[in-house]
């Protein structure tokens, strides 16, 4: 075989941080690429994923693992660094969080290897934490070692998965070339076709009985068909009936006092949109602050305490279907998956099984998870869907695949000239 058809026939390689149970990683897989080594520190996730992947996977602390410990010469490192200290559902994250410099694991990981790309992926909330300056500085840290970077807010259901999921997708590389992000496929414009909806992926297991062990379902084998059963909990709740117009007046009022503008008050508490809920209350889209922030809003406007009672004093509630029942749009894509609990199925009798779960983060049916009830569903909430990670990767495989061939043609045409 000739050195060029050698060339032509190899694949491009992958290195994985944060790979989890390997969403991300299976989709470049699903794409063509070839992953050389993968990390993590959540054991049963990378129990899952060497059942499942491959045994390149390192269970362990990338704080703690040495970049010569990380093979050379790969051509792309992927990274789901975590989110946990970014994510708009953690009311107190803060710069200070050790978990949001994670992503310097990464910096050191490029810095040292010089992959030809990088993907990075995170949580919405990454774009409007500190009014922006935290992506600012992700941003400039990567074109700092030499990376031409671009992101994007993707949603999955526009690309065939079947869960309205945003996710921000950082693309970076170092050879001058394009950063593709793939083209919409999906949604209610003319031209795309129309979103995947939660019946349509896992309707099919609607009516079949949850059970632990793997069974045959029509000529199909389906693992992981799982679930709670507790369809009724307890949170914490106001112990006292609230109007949210009454509040929204009143707060109104004293936030005109004030000389507090929404947007002022939005940048204070480093939300994109949320304080400006707490002065509307047009098409029910209002809301009443958590205590935290009525608190914190107090020092702000310096209201009395008419309200403070109603708003702050919580009690255990019994959770009711309207108010956990997330997958309601049955008949539309899935709200996102979670990695803290899975949701009511539209049934009312269980929550969403491992697999229905699996199966809306588009993991191929035979792709078994391992681990107890709640890490199974922690493995799969943290995930990358699998089905938009492959569409990232065939527009860098594209690439790749074109400077490839160039530099062949480069070097057939020098070959030439030596021999003349």
């Known amino acids: 075989m000739s050195f060029d058809i050698m060339e032509e026939n190899k694949k491009h390689t ?112 990454l774009l409007s934490m500190q009014k922006g300056k935290v992506i600012e500085m992700i941003i400039s840290d990567f074109q700092e070692i030499g990376y031409d970077v671009d992101y994007k807010l993707m949603k999955a259901s526009e690309y065939g998965v079947p869960q309205h999921r945003e996710r921000v997708v950082i693309i970076g590389n170092r050879l001058g070339l394009n950063n593709p992000f793939p083209k919409k496929t999906h949604g209610s414009e003319k031209g795309l076709q129309p979103f995947v909806t939660t019946k349509e992926a896992v309707g099919f297991l609607a009516d079949v009985r949850i059970r632990d062990k793997k069974f045959d379902l029509n000529g199909t084998t389906i693992l992981n068909h799982k679930a709670r059963t507790n369809v009724h909990d307890e949170f914490w709740g106001r112990k006292h009936k609230v109007n949210q117009h009454d509040i929204c007046d009143y707060l109104k009022e004293w936030r005109t006092k004030s000389g507090w503008s929404t947007k002022r008050v939005d940048e204070h508490f480093g939300y994109a949109h949320t304080a400006g809920h707490w002065f509307r209350k047009d098409n029910n889209s209002g809301s009443i602050p958590n205590p935290s922030d009525w608190w914190e809003l107090k020092k702000l406007l310096g209201f009395d305490d008419k309200y403070d009672k109603q708003v702050t004093e919580l009690e255990l509630k019994p ?14 894509p899935s709200d996102t998956i979670t990695a803290t609990g899975p949701e009511i199925h539209p049934n009312k009798e269980r929550r969403m099984s491992v697999r229905e779960c699996a199966i809306i983060q588009t993991f191929p049916m035979d792709f078994e998870f391992v681990g107890s009830l709640g890490n199974m569903y922690k493995q799969i909430g943290n995930a990358v869907p699998v089905l938009m990670a492959k569409r990232i990767a065939e527009g860098i495989k594209k690439e790749l695949d074109n400077q490839q061939y160039n530099d062949q043609q480069r070097n057939r045409r020098v070959r030439e000239q030596v021999l003349k």
Request: with cysteine.
């Open 14 to 125: 992958v290195a994985g941080l944060f790979s989890g149970c390997g969403g991300l990683d299976l989709g470049f897989i699903q794409a063509g690429f070839e992953v050389v080594w993968a990390n993590d520190f959540f054991k049963e996730a990378v129990d899952t994923y060497k059942q499942n992947i491959g045994n390149h996977i390192v269970l362990g602390d990338i704080t703690k693992i040495p970049s010569s410990e990380i093979p050379n010469d790969f051509d792309i490192l992927l990274g789901g660094f975590p989110c946990q200290g970014f994510s708009i559902a953690n009311i107190k994250r803060s710069m200070k969080d050790e978990r949001n410099f994670l992503y310097k694991e990464m910096l050191r990981i490029i810095k040292d290897k010089q992959p030809k790309y990088f993907v990075a992926e995170n949580v919405k909330g």
């Open 319 to 332: 959770i009711t279907f309207e108010q956990s029942l997330r997958i309601n749009n049955w008949d539309a």
